[in-house]
């Protein structure tokens, strides 16, 4: 399916069955992107686990990947590099100079 293949934006979903989490996780590490993914679940165990595997620039956890102005926003892989929106993010937008006189 095209949509599995490619980064898509707009209200679309691409719905896959898996055995457990870790299937899970392996589908959705093995795209090209990974801007931002959403996953749902009340176990704490389950929830560490899948934040540390998910290969994603943001994970959201039990809501909808969504863009805060105070956090920084941006993916991996072939979604891009680097963030922008917050302190961490201005930074990318600027070219450091280092001057050295002596």
Known sequence: MRLWAEEAFGPVASVYRAADLDEALRIANGLDFGLGSAFWSNDDAEIDHAVRELQ???????GMTIS????????????????????????????LKTVWVA
């Open 56 to 62: 994603a620039g943001a994970v959201f956890v039990n």
């Open 68 to 95: 805060y102005p105070e956090l920084p926003f941006g993916g991996i892989k072939r979604s891009g590099y680097g963030r922008e929106l917050s302190m961490e993010g201005i930074r990318e937008f600027c070219n």
